[in-house]
């Protein structure tokens, strides 16, 4: 064979291998994929979501991963995190984006919220579930940790969750 021959074929292998090399998923992807995994065996709901538009924004908000219980009864309102607080804001750094919450929610809100990760982007409360749109972490306990959450805030809403 001569030289030409060779560099052909080793260009054609190349143009079959490397696309199938680029399909398969990346550490990262395989990381992320095991966490939302791991998130619906523990009875959540994943999803990608656009977190609220709160007034300060000046572009249109990022889509993040959203986890969610279904509940029945709930209330409706969203919460977003704001890069700054203000007196205005819930817990100092939660703006209602849509609604308002009950007094008692609003109570549970105001001890829950300063614990949670600053992760967190956006919680809501709306048509029959409650959600946290968040940046994902590869951490077991991060999700453990939202689900305690969610399930709390079903409580303080009087909303009963429903097994799916």
């Not at 205005?88 to 007094?103: E, P, V």
């Not at 590869?138 to 689900?147: G, I, K, N, P, Q």
Request: charged fraction near 20%; include cysteine; aromatic fraction near 8%.
């Amino acid at each position: 064979m001569n030289t030409i021959t060779i560099i052909i074929m080793l260009l054609v292998a190349a143009m079959v291998i490397g696309p199938v090399a680029m399909m398969r998923p990346s550490p990262a992807q395989k990381k992320r994929e095991a966490i939302r995994a791991y998130a619906f065996k523990q009875g959540l709901g994943v999803s990608v979501r656009r977190v609220p538009r709160i007034a300060t924004d000046l572009e249109e908000p990022p889509l993040l991963p959203t986890y969610s219980v279904k509940v029945k009864n709930g209330e409706a309102w969203a919460l977003r995190r704001a890069p700054f607080s203000h007196e205005s804001h819930l817990a100092q750094y939660w703006h209602f984006t849509q609604g308002r919450a009950a007094s008692a929610t609003e109570d549970f809100l105001c001890a829950y919220l300063p614990t949670l990760s600053k992760r967190v982007a956006a919680v809501t409360s709306a048509s029959g579930e409650l959600s946290v749109a968040w940046h994902e972490s590869f951490a077991e306990a991060d999700v453990d940790s939202l689900r305690g959450f969610l399930t709390a805030l079903a409580k303080a809403e009087n909303a009963e969750l429903i097994r799916g």
